[in-house]
């Protein structure tokens, strides 16, 4: 996925881990890191005590 930001093309570099069956976590957060370029983010989902989703974004 990427993204034009003046002259420039933007990729979006997603750092982390989804376990099987959330991908879609992972899709919907690489969408937001798009739309919003200068964007820092870290999303950590448990569940069952387990984690399962580890994602970080971060604007160098």
């Known amino acids: 996925m990427t993204v034009r930001f003046g002259d420039y093309t933007v990729v979006p570099v997603i750092e982390g881990t989804a376990a099987p069956g959330f991908g879609q976590v992972r899709d919907a957060?690489?969408?937001v890191a798009v739309r919003e370029p200068g964007l820092e983010a870290q999303l950590?989902?448990?569940?069952?005590?387990?984690?399962?989703?580890?994602?970080d974004r971060a604007v160098w």
Request: aromatic share 14%; net charge negative; glycine share 6%.
């Open 29 to 31: 957060f690489e969408i």
């Open 44 to 55: 950590a989902v448990y569940k069952d005590g387990r984690q399962v989703v580890d994602l």
